[in-house]
């Protein structure tokens, strides 16, 4: 049984124009110690899926149907005491900014020792301890000064570092990091993945990174997720997708690496934006912006082709590796 | 050069956590605080007020709630620096009892600060908490919440005031009334000023709470009610802050204002508003001392605690331009 199965999950958006669908039908599943990245633009649903697991989406968004089973039981169906018990002790989740994440008026200590003792029956001095230790495996220098400190007296990454040693004070079965490195300069940003990936491999800790950098996912990830309006349309082994992408849109990220433009040139870009989620078109999401788009595109929602060991949803893809196979053997 | 070589490194000072008062020293608050001028002396001033509602009984030479220290042929004394009727025993004079209106006035600060901060304790309290629940739960509740308020709103303090005081008056009878006056006067004051504080932290909680700690305590697993009250209610303590040294001052306004009206403290055991009161039918017999003076005591209270509220308005909200 993997640790986390999430089955034909639907999110939608009560509003008063109507029901607005901001995931659907998406299925993946995340085995203890494994590494899922979650990659896509701006508003395909990323940080909805991450919240959705925890099932806490802001209201009006309520996980409309499907199941997300973890350690066999179905989240979406706990109660909110079932669910608090889940929340932060075995799930945890880290946020994008460090500046907004931490309580303003509380000391570091303060918000850590709570929430040990939120979840467990444990005295101050004890919690204190466990807190010290953590800070310290996070790599914070004299964490027992550091303690009794307020957030607005650390610098950025020392603050994601304290968010980070919050998010493995309960030890838990899974991190959820959404975005956790954006909010960071350049060279913090890699100590601070490094730091994660290290202390996710010590603990075998579950780790789902929420991104839109597709070179940090190549570099941590073992599986990875590509989202487009609220529709997962390739998933797999990360090594296949980075290096063999198969849907077009996949195919459109990586061209838009600046590693992959012409030095003097434009940087290689897909045309067009994302629709909104109440102005999707028929059939597939992205035909309005594909190279490869033809008539089947806009009347039918393409269903998920195998391809090696990745689910694509495309039309396409079948013909498409004919095409890339078709010379291959004529030259042999 | 051969001063610094000698010199011995001079040792490092263990590192001490620094307490809460030398913390209080560096922050903004205190510095400001220093630099203005007017708040400093508002603050002197109010200190001065406190320290005489804390030791009135010490400081006090007579008793005035004691009947008998009091003699009806001191009644009406002017102040002792009228060389030709004052007496040295009585240096503000006295009232038509001939209780001494220094004491007087020292008990009468007494009961309004008292009756001013009950009132406004047990108006932030209500408030506090239905502000908090109705920023916080949002959709119905804070409509019902707030519709609540709203009516509250549209009854004026004075009128719900003088309708539930005159009501008990007739129906207990006023030797009760008069034993339970305080309490009456903190409980209707208290309850008909709730909206304010409600209104305020609503407001405040409905911005503090789309920021993202209130998602991380959620995600931590923290309950609702923990939320509430020790991470988003420390974040809305500066408005209540600043309401509630305005609020005081109204407290204690209104009070007085009872007190004139007949519906406050008895005579037996005046505030400084039914001590306007009781002069005040004497004023056009030459008795202005029993009016005047307790009502300048007063003045003086309000203004300062208003100047200190504006102070820490400005202090506290650095966005606000002084106009």
């Known amino acids: 049984m993997p640790l986390l199965e999430v089955k034909n999950l639907d999110v939608s958006f009560g509003l008063r124009s109507g029901e607005i669908k901001a995931l659907r039908n998406i299925n993946f599943t995340l085995e203890r110690g494994e590494r899922l990245g979650l990659v896509g633009e701006s508003g395909a649903g990323k940080s909805v899926l991450g919240f959705s697991i925890l099932n806490l989406i802001a209201k009006p968004g309520r996980i409309s149907a499907g199941e997300i089973y973890f350690e066999g039981r179905n989240l979406a169906e706990l109660s909110p005491e079932e669910l608090r018990s889940v929340r932060g002790n075995r799930i945890s989740m880290i946020f994008q900014d460090p500046m907004m994440t931490l309580n303003p008026v509380l000391t570091i200590g303060q918000q850590m020792i709570e929430c040990l003792q939120a979840h467990r029956k444990i005295n101050k001095d004890n919690a204190r301890t466990i807190a010290v230790q953590k800070l310290k495996q996070v790599q914070i220098p004299s964490p027992e000064t550091r303690i009794d400190q307020y957030p607005h007296e650390l610098s950025g990454g020392m603050r994601q570092r304290v968010v980070i040693a919050i998010g493995l004070l309960m030890d838990p079965d899974i991190i959820i990091a959404d975005e956790p490195t954006t909010a960071l300069d350049v060279t913090i940003q890699a100590e601070i993945m490094e730091l994660m990936v290290e202390l996710c491999e010590r603990n075998n800790v579950a780790l789902i990174l929420i991104t839109h950098d597709l070179g940090v996912v190549s570099q941590v990830t073992q599986k990875a997720l590509v989202m487009y309006a609220g529709r997962v349309i390739e998933q797999g082994p990360t090594r296949e997708i980075i290096n063999d992408a198969q849907h077009p849109y996949t195919q459109g990220l990586m061209n838009a690496l600046p590693q992959m433009a012409i030095p003097g040139q434009r940087l290689n870009q897909i045309r067009g934006a994302m629709p909104g989620l109440q102005s999707i078109p028929t059939g597939c999401a992205f035909n309005p912006r594909c190279d490869y788009v033809v008539e089947a595109c806009t009347k039918q929602l393409p269903g998920y082709t195998v391809s090696g060991n990745c689910q694509v949803a495309c039309h396409m893809v079948a013909d498409m590796k004919k095409a890339q196979q078709a010379p291959e053997e004529v030259s042999s | ?323």
């Open chain 2, 1 to 323: 050069m051969t001063m610094s070589i000698q010199n011995k490194p001079t040792p490092v000072a263990p590192e001490k956590a620094p307490n809460a008062w030398q913390r209080f020293k560096e922050t903004h608050v205190w510095h400001s605080f220093l630099k203005d001028r007017v708040a400093q002396l508002s603050f002197t001033i109010f200190m001065g007020y406190v320290l005489m509602a804390l030791f009135a009984p010490m400081i006090a030479p007579f008793d005035p709630y004691d009947a008998t220290q009091m003699d009806i042929m001191n009644s009406e004394l002017p102040p002792s620096w009228n060389e030709d009727e004052g007496d040295p025993q009585f240096w503000l004079g006295t009232d038509a009892q001939g209780r001494d209106l220094w004491s007087t006035i020292l008990y009468g600060t007494r009961i309004s600060l008292t009756i001013g901060i009950c009132a406004v304790l047990l108006q932030a309290t209500i408030g506090i908490i239905i502000g908090l629940i109705a920023g916080y739960r949002g959709g119905r509740v804070d409509s019902i919440l707030m519709r609540f308020a709203d009516v509250q709103l549209s009854f004026s303090t004075m009128m719900v005031a003088i309708v539930v005081l005159a009501i008990f008056q007739a129906s207990f009878g006023t030797a009760l009334y008069q034993d339970l006056a305080m309490i009456m006067l903190v409980l209707v004051i208290g309850i008909a000023e709730w909206p304010q504080y409600a209104r305020t932290i609503r407001a405040s909680v409905l911005a503090e709470k789309r920021k993202e700690y209130v998602d991380a305590a959620r995600v931590m697993g923290l309950g609702q009610i923990r939320i509430m009250f020790r991470h988003i209610l420390p974040n809305t303590l500066s408005p209540i802050l600043v309401i509630s040294t305005v609020q005081v001052a109204n407290a204690i306004i209104s009070e007085a204002s009872l007190s004139f009206l007949g519906l406050g403290m008895p005579v037996s055991q005046p505030s400084l508003g039914s001590l306007i009161s009781s002069g005040f039918e004497y004023i056009f017999s030459g008795a202005w001392w029993i009016t005047v003076i307790p009502g300048l005591v007063l003045i003086v209270l309000v203004l300062v605690m208003n100047l200190l509220g504006d102070w820490l308005r400005d202090v506290l909200n650095p966005k606000l331009y002084k106009g």
